[in-house]
């Protein structure tokens, strides 16, 4: 599990001014969209306002669930990894519903959460199986932070590579233990997506539909508290070109 103790707050992006001297990404470009989520909530997270611009347009987008995000409360007994396995997906498919995208199909591979490392080939066979030289594929960025999210990021890759497809990253845990200028990130390869402030309300509606990941349960706190969450509440979104 993440330690979401301490971290980057969002103020400190904003005040950086890196934000400000972001390129835009250009959305026109992308024909048909293939979204590598290792866990349910990541798609939406990262990327749930551009995946909705795109939708509206009429491009394609297809999700490539990697796992159902059963570990997440591990080891507590409750919600147990049973319950996790059915909640997650469903508040994955009501958070697409409440941005009103729609995905053309939706791929669940049922890789065990936390096992993704272990799996990199087949998941990049996988992911190559659901993409063409006419896709972009979007995948957590090969640094994010999480062993599933770093996996699902190379393989991501190395399909992309293989097929002529076009990829690029999406940040999650990145923006929390990272701090503004790492050197590990390339920011002059960041692009943004501005979305429309009716997006962004659709966005934070969707957010809220990860009760198992916004809400404290028994004795443990929320696995996304809101110093996370502040991070995703942009007018924006960013993209990391290779």
Known sequence: MIDTLGGTPESAWHESGLFQEMLRFALERVERAVVVAP?????ILGLG?????????????????????EASHAPSAFPSAEELRA??????????????IEAQRVVRLGIGDGQVA??????????????????????PWEHDGHPDHEAAGRAAARAARSSGARYAWYLIWAWHYLEPFDRSIAWGRMRAV???????EAKSRAVKAFT????????????L????????????ETILLP
């Open 212 to 223: 198992t990941q916004i809400e404290s349960v028994g004795d443990m706190p929320a696995i």
């Open 49 to 69: 306002g551009t995946l909705a611009l795109l939708s509206e347009a009429g491009v394609e987008v297809v999700l490539v669930a990697v796992t159902d995000g």
């Open 39 to 43: 866990h349910p909530d990541d798609e």
């Open 87 to 100: 909640r997650r997906p469903e508040e994955s498919m009501i958070a697409l519903d409440r941005l009103g």
């Open 194 to 200: 501005p979305l429309p402030s009716s997006v962004t």
């Open 225 to 236: 508290p809101p110093v996370v969450l502040e991070h995703f509440s942009r007018p924006f």
């Open 118 to 139: 272990g799996t990199e080939t087949e998941l990049a066979e996988a992911i190559r199986h659901e993409i063409d030289a006419a896709s972009w594929v979007f995948a």
